[in-house]
């Protein structure tokens, strides 16, 4: 009998179910109107006053069996849907986000494309400019393997001001001059927004590093320009965050921005930083923007750069950085985790011989 | 007119949300039922072919304008409640939750009493028995600050299976001994199930350590003897699963736990952990047993260890575990955080005379 | 015979010890010369080329049994120690070092002094400045407290693009006139150099923000100024890298600077960040400066902020920083941890009645 | 003159720097020779009381220009490169390490290799064995696509005390009769000791999982046992922690150990855990063992299983286990992160399929 008794009060509930379903809808197709109505007047969306208003109401006439707390979790649940049902119909989704744009944003400098299927780039260079010759030695070694793009710090963002801190203005010329000779797009970074204007005259791309994922003002600076701007994420940036920051330069017009993993702040110690290597697929679906991975910050480490660089590719990165150095030893910055040309050799013979092993 | 308009849609939701709630209630005081049937029958309440059917059932009759997938996810957050409800209803409250028993557990051996308000105890000895000698010589200094409780190591669990890995039972013994001679209450760790049973014949009280938060074969047998347990926060427990893990032991029938805030594993390297100082509030919130900081262990500092008993007795902490050695820098283990008895008489003396400057 | 043996043997070991002692020494006092040699020739100290022959002329003529990298290393720590004694001797110590300088910095605004021992002071006001009269109710109820400082934000660093980035300008004018009327020195948020000239006209105080604390261009336009700076530790910054940006500041004439400590990021979800307690000692150990703690974002919980405000004053914080606001639930951000005009005055009720127990 | 000068006092600081090669070489030897009578005696080679007396000597002797503190710290350094000196001579290295044994560990069951280059394994099961036509359908999909290896828990640490705790020893019935019927070797986790006896009766496998990862009287058990042990890293170990805890099986006699990288614990939820993929070619640098990935708790999400496989194996992990159920919906635990059979077959498809685009 009692399972005859269960049976049929399940059916019940069914049937409440049902009716629940169609009062939130009802409610929900309500909520969208007052929303277009309150577009039309110009004024936000969310309304914690009237929200407030609207739960202390379902507390008063809350008769149980659940206690006023718990329904009132039901309802901002509710409210929430309705929310987002609203940004949703007024174009809020995200301008990174893959529903907004399904298919792949691909970056293009003249011919060089990053975020091409198929096609992976290899941003490699100094850690730091620090003279012509230093930079003409790595441009010839990046020519040399057939590649496009030449990375190298003018202004260096360091821990200590009493570090070497870039050699400036001076360094973007030196990486325009050594890009020109070999044929090369130049990138550096750049970290304030009083220094875009003249970066802008000397680079094919603009870097905003992991330290000003969050310098809101830069990022929309950045946004402002018509040079692509590769993001890095913050040393402790949640993947949320991160596409957040890259909103910033979309919202503020300008949408060629490239993402770039670089390790995140972790307890662990035998690495510089724990590579979020997850990152790169769930940046991929969430956005249609193109991604990287930096091998040499995530990893600190130059007997992992190889390792890092075959999972970055193969788990569908649109193209590695890697730092090289004609002289590791003596660089003026991150001396440990550069490689030099010969290594750099290596790595790309390397990479481009990876197999993977089948199961 | 807009206005207007608003406010008559609005009025209409409110009604709206009266007529979900009702329901929502009605559907709560069902489930209800069921779930009492269920148990007469002896069957789990959770069911998840039932809620798949459910879900499926939903989806199918949504009309919009909410998707499938958020009204599928408000569903699962009012079966949840519902849930939530039958566990409340049939007795599922934690054990060790503030809302099962609202007073203080004070936990008593003896006259000594751990958890009575304004009436914080000191947890003092060295990190590893060593020898009678040395035991007795901390004992001594413990008495003569007129404190009642003596800590020891006797079962070290170690990074490397080649450390010092404890003296085992002679420890307990000799931990037994100097108890007795200084009348003091003894605690050690105990890290197996198997030694519990010659450990309850030596100590007052067991420790469980952080690596064995969450050894629960370890928990469940703690939970079965009559001596009380200080259970210690895993390296990187969430505070979450910490009352979980002390539920493990008042679910066994030992309701006699006090719990050890001792730091978190994070990032920084100033201290060999983080000490999670609010954890402590919100663990004496959340349950109704007595909570101590394990000041050694957070910090790993000696400098640190003052400071920060005086913030663990000013947050509201039951009790601060600090540990003593006769010499320090000879000790078999933990070296350079152990303080040494003059140390440890001028840390009393501070620590007693604490005033907070007013604001 | 082996002891007597191991016992001689220890004598010569304790010879060569000596031996080393004064070769080292001799080594760093020729070091030294040569470091005062280079300076008058404007050279740079460290010497990357040089180290490396070193280090090449030191493998060469490795004999063992020490491995070389053994050796290396050894060695790499002599010439460190060497770099670090010509660094302290060409007054590179840090400048907000206690070594620089053993007493306390006190900053002081007219007549309101922040870093008096024995004074701790109270940051207070909303969030985000909205408007005048919810500023002003705010100021009122800092006056009413005997009170001095009051706080909000105008400049908004905001996740999303399409939050709320507070008033700007607006904000500033707001606060200076609120705090002209109940006689308040006013402290807000500067996010971007280019506002920095603006914001000195308005405020007493500047803040620096977690996402700024490595916005080396924000610090050292901060340095630049005559108004006192208060810097708070970025989301995941080291103590180590705190110490550093606040060099920053110093390094460019300003020494009027505040250090605050607001949570750091952990997995913890029960708080929205890890309060690090212990980094409030660590920093005045290190440091000359004042030390606050900002309970509201450390915590963020309304729960959370008498019981951690008390362990901030008992370990020795100079102040504590609380976020007010006449309505939370309806505050434009941060709005379930702002605390309302008379829970803010129950909140200095009880903390100036704070009483810590006697262990 | 200046630069002649400099030379001049650089050609000295070479001299002195072969001197005191010479000597710190001499005092290793001596060192070792100390503690081989040592050794001789039985006595441990680490005296922290002799270490002191030297430290205290050096100290008094000392005259600078370097500090007392700068001096102890080099001694220390000294002392600790004499002591690891001892300890290799003396077979310390540890038994895990590829110094020791720099052929890699292939952990064969009959004719099951797991580790030999290039021929990764697939891991494969539901996360809880619930009954033996669950089981079974997995094993036949396991079987389908030409794989060996079949998971599934029996005993399962779980959180809460309330949940589902596992079928015990007649989950392990249930996976030894499907093994047996698909020809399929399997494995399950023991998680304490008392239960390795009757696991090793029906296991080709024993598992030990992240939470007992430094449950070190289960390791000193597992090592004791002629089963292959797979050994999961714990929630927030470090890599040396890991490779410790590996040390003790194989201290304990068993030497066919599988290391078990499942992602780590930090702040990011995107993600269940966080895959610290860069930990499989550390420990496969510093180990001799297999090292395989589990795609299922570290990532939590269905949709990274397949990426995060493809990074695995390009970064040379020798297996990949994945979490498999017939209706994962209705799965008694992880409900969430398993996959279904056909989900499976897809899967083993595109991995199988992976190509990598070349740079």
């Given at each position: 009998m009692s399972n005859d008794n269960i049976e049929q009060k399940r059916q019940e509930l069914d049937q409440l179910n049902l009716e629940i379903l169609k009062l939130i809808n009802q409610r929900a197709a309500l909520s969208k109107e007052i929303g277009q109505l309150k577009l039309a007047q110009g004024t936000?969306?969310?309304?914690p006053e009237r929200e407030r208003h609207m739960l202390n109401q379902i507390a008063e006439h809350n008769q149980g069996p659940f206690e006023d707390s718990t329904v009132q979790h039901l309802f901002k649940q509710i409210f929430k849907a309705s929310l987002d049902l609203q940004k949703v119909s007024s174009q809020?989704?995200?301008?990174?986000s893959r529903k907004q744009k399904s298919e792949d944003t691909v970056v293009q400098i003249d011919d060089v494309k990053i975020g091409a299927a198929g096609h992976p780039q290899m941003f490699v260079g100094p850690c730091s400019v620090e003279s012509l010759d230093q930079v003409r030695q790595v441009a010839a070694a990046v020519k040399e393997q057939g590649l496009f793009i030449l990375r190298g710090g003018a202004f260096k963002p360091r821990t200590?001001?009493?570090?070497?801190q870039g050699l400036g203005v001076e360094g973007l010329k030196i990486l325009r001059q050594a890009g020109d000779e070999f044929g090369l797009k130049v990138i550096s970074e750049i970290?304030?927004?009083?220094d875009i204007e003249v970066a802008v005259e000397y680079l094919d791309m603009i870097q905003i590093g992991a330290r000003n994922m969050q310098n809101f003002e830069l990022l929309k600076a950045a946004g402002k320009v018509d040079k692509p701007v590769l993001l890095k994420r913050g040393l402790s940036a949640t993947i949320e965050e991160f596409i957040y920051a890259a909103e910033y330069i979309l919202a503020n017009g300008n949408t060629n921005v490239i993402l770039c993993e670089r390790g995140i702040r972790t307890?662990?110690?035998?690495?510089?930083?724990?590579?979020?290597?997850?990152?790169v697929p769930i940046l991929k679906q969430e956005t249609h923007l193109p991604v990287i991975v930096d091998v040499t910050h995530s990893t600190g480490r130059r007997d992992l750069l190889l390792p890092t660089a075959r999972a970055a590719l193969a788990i569908g990165a649109d193209g590695v950085m890697v730092e090289v150095h004609p002289?590791?030893?003596?660089?003026?910055?991150?001396?440990?985790q550069q490689i030099n040309i010969p290594q750099f050799r290596e790595f790309m013979s390397e990479l481009k011989g990876t197999k993977i092993a089948s199961v």
């Open positions: 936000n969306k969310f309304d809020k989704t995200l301008l990174v200590s001001p009493y570090d070497f970290v304030t927004p009083g307890y662990e110690r035998a690495t510089r930083n724990t590579l979020d290597i997850s990152a002289d590791p030893e003596t660089a003026l910055s991150d001396a440990k």
